[in-house]
């Protein structure tokens, strides 16, 4: 969606910061013993507490309010009764309707102890992900995004997967722009427009550039397995930059 209004600024402003809570509050309860389905039931408490729709069960019919995905899942990871373990690695995508406005956030979170290299992972992760938000501008070209992302998973030696991609929201969880590339893609014209919503969410690798869907037809893992993080925001673009609206504070 493109923001018309103030009043869609601010409603779309609180649906992310609902969203960005809840997956701050979930991040915060990821401890060994934890089921990802004892995550997800407090996620619902969180979303529906303040009038709130999980998202992908309202647009997809999903079997959860939250995505929980354990490493090697990578995404839509079903909640169920498996129990979190010392050393995992969890991505939690939390995206909800409030007042007829839809807002999208993930993290990737490491459980103690894991090793040097899944901690540096994790933290590129978070830097990869800016490093697009940064290339955001009004006028600016949509593949500038995936340009700058590219350019810093090149210099750190890691790999993007390059079948999933980022995407408009606002109005819905999925919407135009479509198919926004977290890698470079010479192909794409694109511009950014003025007041533009939409997501940006690489998936940085220690070596996936692909993922394939599991017999489950939701929960994506790559073929070899290899340690993926991805982390995502949601925002709108301006004449100075982005205005990102999934912030806790």
Not at 97 to 112: N, Q
Not at 120 to 134: N, Q, T, V, Y
Request: hydrophobic share 40%; glycine share 10%.
């Amino acid at each position: 969606m493109t923001i018309g209004s103030d009043e869609d600024l601010e409603k779309l402003k609180a649906a992310g910061r609902l969203v960005a809570r809840t997956l701050k509050a979930m991040g915060e309860a990821l401890e060994p013993g934890v089921t990802t389905r004892e995550l997800d039931q407090l996620g619902r408490k969180l979303l529906e507490d303040a009038g709130a729709r999980s998202a992908p069960e309202l647009s997809y019919n999903f079997p959860g309010a939250t995505c929980i995905s354990v490493a090697p899942d990578v995404a839509h990871g079903i909640p169920d009764d498996r129990r979190v373990q010392a050393g995992d690695l969890i991505n939690i995508d939390v995206s909800a309707e409030l007042d007829g406005f839809f807002a999208d956030t993930g993290a990737s979170f490491a459980v103690p102890p894991v090793t040097p290299k899944v901690e540096r992972l994790c933290r590129d992760g978070r830097r990869a992900m800016w490093a697009g938000i940064r290339a955001v501008r009004a006028g600016a070209p949509l593949n500038g995004i995936g340009k700058s992302i590219e350019a810093f998973a090149d210099k750190n030696g890691y790999s993007l997967v390059r079948n999933l991609a980022s995407h408009g929201v606002g109005r819905s969880l999925h919407e135009e722009p479509t198919e926004i590339a977290t890698w470079w893609e010479p192909s794409d014209k694109r511009r950014i427009t003025e007041g533009l919503v939409f997501t940006i969410e690489p998936f940085l690798s220690l070596g996936a550039d692909w993922v394939e869907e599991l017999d489950d037809g939701w929960t994506l893992r790559p073929p070899g397995g290899e340690p993926t993080v991805q982390y995502e925001h949601t925002l709108v673009a301006t004449r100075n930059g982005a205005l990102v609206v999934t912030l806790a504070d």
